[in-house]
């Protein structure tokens, strides 16, 4: 008789212990960085891709995050938009959308690359998945025209779907040779840490809006 209130307490403890490890676990935030190489890391050693070195970034910042690089180098909106259900687990709480840079290049119709980003948030927001949509911009020789339709075509979007806006995926990178590899058009690890740095208020701006 004289033991039962000391177990008692004991399994009371052991309770509350193990409803805040649930807590805790259900708090880990699962993130998904879907896009192309430069998401991918092309050419990048290990640990220097976008989603490594944001994951690092926000968990510095105290975020229990895991995010999983779903880049593909080479890929479209046609490709991401064929690949996306299976490339996006169930359990995902957010996807950060970076996709067009190779439409662009090749000269996609801009009103394509919307439809299959329109499809892609589409699909994401039935799932209930947030998003942080990351814009591109269309290089100067492909014309005003061209320009123009393709830079609206990001904020258009965000709108629509009311999804976290980040404006451009290689802001103060992509004009900065000395933050990109040799051909040009991807960034290198201090390339990548820039992108981080600009990325990051966006994502957890995003993070602070999850339910």
């Known amino acids: 008789m004289g033991f039962k209130p000391r177990i008692r307490a004991i399994s009371v403890a052991g309770l509350v212990f193990f409803a805040f490890l649930g807590q805790a676990l259900a708090e880990k935030i699962d993130i998904v960085g879907f ?10 050693e290990p640990g220097q891709s976008f989603p490594e070195k944001l994951e690092a970034a926000l968990e510095a910042k105290g975020h229990d995050v895991s995010i999983a690089n779903a880049g593909v180098s080479g890929d479209t909106t046609s490709g991401g938009l064929g690949r996306l259900d299976w490339s ?8 950060i959308l970076e996709l067009g840079a190779n439409d662009m290049l090749r000269g996609v119709s801009p009103s394509i690359t919307e439809s299959n980003l329109d499809a892609m948030l589409a699909r994401l927001k039935e799932r209930g998945i947030d998003v942080v949509l990351a814009g591109m911009l269309a290089a100067p020789n ?10 609206g075509l990001y904020p258009r979007l965000a709108g629509k ?7 451009f995926f290689m802001e103060g990178v992509a004009t900065n040779g000395q933050l990109l590899l040799d051909d040009g058009l991807h960034p290198n690890a201090e390339g990548v840490d820039r ?12 993070i602070s809006q999850l339910d």
Do not use: H, I, K, R
Not at 161 to 167: E, K, S
């Open 35 to 44: 896009g192309d190489s430069l998401m991918a890391g092309y050419q990048l």
């Open 161 to 167: 779907y009311d999804v976290t806006f980040f404006p």
């Open 195 to 206: 992108m981080v740095a600009e990325a990051l208020p966006y994502v957890e701006e995003a």
């Open 142 to 151: 492909l014309g005003a025209d061209y320009a123009e339709a393709f830079n």
């Open 88 to 95: 996006v687990p169930d359990g995902t709480d957010l996807v």
